[in-house]
Nanobody
Framework: VQLQASGGGLVQAGGSLRLSCAAS????????MGWFRQTPGKEREFVAS????????YYADSMKGRFAISRDNAKNTAYLQMNSLKPEDTAVYYC?????????????????WGQGTQVIVSS
């Protein structure tokens, strides 16, 4: 599976962005999809994840109510809608695919990673 993340950019605090993660392959719907973020000197942080059929979603506490993960299996694409952005949301955002539902909140639960897309939130 190859993943291509896009949609990052510069936005003012309070604004919104939608990230996309396009996947190759025919088995997209069998993968849990996750979004993580990372800033320099820090470990990769869980943001959100969604099960293969989209029936269940999970969020880090600080993103609940502001971010929404979704997927379109017909388009082999996962999304992360980010609203009410804050300067502390500034990071490189990565999408990932894996099959370990029990480990969907940790980077080790994923086998495939996109290249990352930069999000900068100005105050």
């Amino acid at each position: 599976v190859q993943l291509q993340a896009s949609g990052g950019g510069l936005v003012q605090a309070g604004g919104s962005l939608r990230l996309s993660c396009a996947a190759s392959g025919r088995t997209f719907s069998t993968y849990v999809m996750g979004w993580f973020r990372q800033t320099p000197g820090k470990e990769r942080e869980f943001v959100a994840s969604i099960t293969g059929n989209g029936g269940s979603t999970y969020y880090a506490d600080s993103m609940k109510g502001r971010f929404a993960i979704s997927r379109d299996n017909a388009k082999n694409t996962a999304y992360l809608q980010m609203n009410s952005l804050k300067p502390e949301d500034t990071a490189v955002y990565y999408c990932a695919a894996g099959m370990r539902i029990w480990a969907m909140r940790v980077p080790g639960g994923y086998d495939y990673w996109g290249q990352g897309t930069q999000v900068i939130v100005s105050s």
